[in-house]
């Protein structure tokens, strides 16, 4: 028997059954719930209502502003600290560079045609972990230095 619990968001999902059945449908199991999260609107509460942004909420723009990014390597670092801040421990390419897209104002189309090569590099220099297949994760450190950087709880 097998027992997991997803959270994404607001969103959350447990399971408790067959190991097989969770190790055949686990990345089905996380996409539906990002997917659902896409659709679903955050709750609001007068916490979040405060202030404005709440840590996790952030854009991806907010963020890429916050770091100061200036090349497709920075961006891709403020869309892994925007997945990370979501929940997301591990993120695919095609998510990290769908999230780097929506930081619209500092998104250029050079940076698709150059995106394995950012991130061959990052992970070389150990900014990015690759988790396997296509799938990478951003290291402790990195999460931590990105959030300081990018005004954490300010």
């Known amino acids: 028997m097998a027992r997991v619990k997803l959270k994404y968001g607001d969103i959350e999902l447990e399971y408790d059954g067959p190991e097989d059945f969770l190790k055949a449908e686990l990345t089905n199991l996380i996409g539906a719930v990002s997917s659902l999260h896409k659709v679903t609107p955050p709750k609001k509460n007068a916490e979040n209502d405060v202030g404005g942004d709440v840590e996790g909420e952030r854009s991806v723009s907010t963020i890429a502003q916050q770091l100061d990014v200036k ?3 920075d961006l ?47 992970v070389k220099k150990g900014r990015l972990n690759h988790t396997g297949g296509t799938n990478h994760s951003l290291p402790a450190d990195e999460f931590k230095t990105l959030n300081q950087k990018a005004g954490a709880g300010a």
Do not use: H, P
């Not at 997301?88 to 995106?115: G, H, I, P």
């Open 76 to 122: 891709i670092m403020a869309a892994a600290l925007s997945l990370a801040r979501s929940g997301k421990q591990n993120f695919s390419k095609k998510d990290l560079r769908a999230c780097m897209r929506e930081a619209t104002v500092y998104w250029k189309a050079a940076y698709a045609s150059n995106f394995d090569t950012y991130v061959a590099r990052l």
């Open 71 to 73: 090349s497709g390597s």
